[in-house]
Each structure stands twice: as C-alpha cells, then as structure tokens.
C-alpha cells in the first residue's frame, strides 16, 4: 500500500510540476489533423499549395519470446484451461516465442485546395494486431484512419471522422515513433479499449465475458473534434481540444446510443530545432474523457482521466504519465476451450461503476551516439480493481533496452523487460501469477 501510494505521488507530482509551467514533445493534434502551412523550396519557407496526395507507410517485423510458464490444470473445474494469458504473445496467445509482423500500415494524406482548408488523413492496417485479430478472433478490420478537417475558421480547427481521440500521450504519439515494443501496463489494459457486445455472459455480478467481435479500439473513435494549436509567445505554444464521439472505437456500432466526451489540454516550451517527435521542447498535458457502454442493455459507466510530461533536448528523453480509470476495467483474457493443447480466448470486463484502477509510467532514454544509438529504460506500474480485495491486482515492469537508428524512426529496437505481478488479497490468484516471466522483444521498423 506504502509503495503504491508512492508510485501514484511520484508520478501526480512530476506531471503537475510541468503542467505548472504551462510548458510539448510534439504536437499530436496539427501533425494528425493537419497539413502543414509552410514548407521549405530552395532553402527557403514558402506557403504550401502542393495539392498532390502523399502516399507513406510504415512496417513493424519482430522476434518475442516470453519467458513465463505456462499453466494448464490437469483435473479439476479448471482442467484444459490456460490460466496464464500474460505468458503468452499477443494478439492471438497461441504461442510463447516466434516471428511476427505487427504492424503493416499504409496512409494517404493531403489537402483538396490549395488555400490549405480542407485536409485530408486515411490509413489502413495489414498486420496482426489488437486490430485485426483480437486475441486470435479475426476482425476482418483493416482501416484504422478515414478523417477530413477543415480549417477555414478563425483558431479552431473542425475534424470529422475516425482517428485518435484527444488524451494520453502514449496513445496520441505516432506508433511507430516508439522504441519500445509494447505499450506500458496501465496503458494497454486502461485505455487500449476492448469490446464485448452487448450479450456477453455475466460470469459473476457485475462482471461481463465474451469472445471479441470487434478490433481494440486503438486509442481512436469516430466522432468530430475542435482542436487548436496557438503559439502565445516565440517559444511558447497552447493546445487544446474537445471531441464527442460515439464510443464505438473502429466500429460503426453503439448499442447505448451513448456518446462519448473527450478533453485535452497541453502546453509546450520550444528550445529550438526538430521536428515532430524529435522536437526539442517540455510538454505538460492533461486529458479526460467518459463515457457509456451497454451490457445486458444496461449503460455502464467508463470514465478516465491523466496528465503528465514529455522533456526532449540534446539526445536526452524523459517522460511521465499518470493515468486513473472508473467503472469498466479490463479484466484479462480468459480461456474457455477445455482441450489442454488449444485455447479459445474471451476478454473479461468488470463493469461497475464503483471499480476503480491507476497507474502510468517513468520513461528515459538518451542517445549515446547522436541520432545512432540509444539507450531506454521505462517503469511501469498498474493497481487494477483498487475497490476489490479477491480482484485486486498489482503489476510492475521495467523494461531496458537500446535502438540503433538509420535514419528518424527507421531503426531497430531491442527490449527486456522484467515483470511482476501480485495478487495481496488472493493467495489462489497469486499461485497463477508467480508464472509470469519477463519478456524478450527485438523489432524493426521500416517507414517509408
């Protein structure tokens, strides 16, 4: 309980410090949303008019192995269920070590006008994922972005569509702008949002469970967002963005009729030089968002909230983020197939209004060698269902690496990461956890 407390103050007071600056590492909402409004010609910074669609991409190819053990009950209620999901690979959780292709994406951007009003953003995914296999069911989902902006009034910006919502920084940040391979515990598990429809089996009271019908929302959901970018002194920029969306993630479907409320505020010091997630300034932000879901025809409360910090200047990252979450937890993947040589894994949620979890994450990396190689070390931590003393869980990783850069994000990462997982209040629980082993990941990322 002391360390938690700890961890939570750490985080609360290091992301307030910086917000108190009113100080950004990059800014998220223009890059997304928004064409730029000059663009260097012959050395010079001229007006951009280039109507022509930009065509990019980027691919993510890897080597995991997970160290845990895997635990599979011979007799008993239990007998042929994997009890240990977290030792195995993600998205399927069919295998503990072996080469994947995670990410395979290509986009089109551009603008329709050469006065710059009316931008353009769409996306699409090829690789295996949350977003086309969620923990092994197929989607049949391959388009992550489909958005258009228009910028023709004064300070705000209007977007419409689907694309990443206004809120937590690991979520906002180009993917494949990140040297480590995975997204930090709190993140995955509190933000990284799944869907059941809305008959999942209630397992227990208040607790929902069902096989994937639908992609990971991704960090994303289809609505319309105003957002603005204002630069209040030379060094100095403001942020801030609202967007209500329909809660659905990547899907058209919303079984609550409920909408869902985004808010964003950021601030950001420039030292001077760089460019998008290598811009070399001090970002404090803060983001909230809530919403409804429907279970059972039943909305269920699903709010979250976080602020934090990102520092980038001369090879040196350090970063943190704090995140809080009520009412609908992900409460892990859980396999129903009673055969003990295969799985058929369902996501279950706790859904009461009343539960609660936290965490978030300490990040440091520096470049040893200029724009070459650098080194990552990140904390991470995540106190689930706080509310409960049986479903209580408590996780922490650190993860250690280096990247050796060819050129920007074109690079290849190499992460270890060792984690750790406690059940206090479920002695049963905690023989299922002390099976979780660290992890090995290795992967190269290719943008073009």
């Avoid at 049949?140 to 920084?169: C, H, M, W």
């Avoid at 003393?389 to 250690?400: M, W």
Wanted: aromatic residues 12%; contains cysteine; proline residues 4%.
């Amino acid at each position: 309980m002391h360390q938690r407390k700890r961890e939570k103050i750490v985080l609360s007071l290091a992301a307030a410090s910086m917000l108190s600056l009113s100080l950004q590492a990059a800014d998220w909402l223009s890059i997304a949303g928004t064409e730029p409004t000059f663009v260097k010609k012959g050395g010079e910074k001229v007006l951009n008019t280039n109507t022509k669609p930009r065509f990019w991409g980027f691919i993510q190819v890897g080597y995991q192995k997970d160290y845990g053990d895997i635990l599979v009950p011979a007799s008993g209620p239990k007998a042929g269920l994997n009890l240990t999901p977290f030792a195995m690979l993600p998205p399927d959780l069919n295998s503990q070590a072996g080469f994947e292709v995670n990410r395979a994406r290509l986009a089109v951007r551009g603008m329709i006008d050469k006065a710059n009003t009316i931008n353009y953003f769409f996306m699409t995914e090829f690789g295996e994922d949350g977003i086309t296999a969620p923990a092994g069911h197929p989607s049949g989902n391959y388009l992550t972005d489909a958005s258009i902006t228009y910028r023709g009034l004064p300070y705000v910006n209007v977007r419409l569509g689907q694309f990443k919502y206004p809120g937590s920084e690991e979520g906002m940040r180009a993917v494949f702008a990140s040297e480590y391979r995975n997204f930090s515990t709190a993140g995955a598990q509190l933000l990284l949002e799944r869907f059941l429809p809305n008959n999942a089996r209630e397992v227990a009271p208040g607790i929902f469970q069902a096989a994937p019908k639908q992609s990971v929302a991704a960090y994303r959901d289809r609505g319309v967002e105003l957002f603005h970018t204002e630069k209040i002194q030379p060094d100095i920029k403001l942020s801030v963005a609202g967007m209500v969306g329909t809660g659905t993630g990547l899907s058209s479907s919303n079984a609550s009729g409920q909408l869902t409320y985004y808010g964003y505020l950021a601030g950001e010091y420039l030292f001077g030089g760089g460019k998008a997630y290598y811009t070399q300034s001090l970002k404090g932000f803060a983001w909230y968002q809530n919403g409804k879901r429907q279970l059972h025809n039943t909305n269920y409360t699903r709010e979250r909230y976080g602020a934090g910090f990102d520092y980038f200047r001369n090879g040196l990252r350090v970063g943190a983020e704090y995140m809080k979450a009520k009412g609908m937890i992900y409460n892990g993947a859980k396999d129903v197939d009673p055969d003990p040589y295969g799985v058929n894994w369902e996501y279950q949620i706790a859904a009461d209004k009343n539960n609660e979890a936290d965490g978030g994450y300490l990040n440091v990396q520096y470049y040893v060698v200029p724009k070459k190689w650098e080194l990552l070390a990140r904390y991470d931590y995540l106190n689930r269902l706080t509310n409960s003393t049986a479903g209580k869980r408590e996780f922490k990783t650190t993860t250690l690496g280096f990247s050796y850069h060819f050129k920007g994000p074109t690079r290849i990462d190499v992460n270890y990461a060792l984690r750790d997982a406690k059940a206090p209040g479920n002695a049963k629980a905690q023989k299922v956890l002390d099976n979780m082993g660290n992890l090995f990941c290795m992967q190269a990322t290719l943008k073009f």
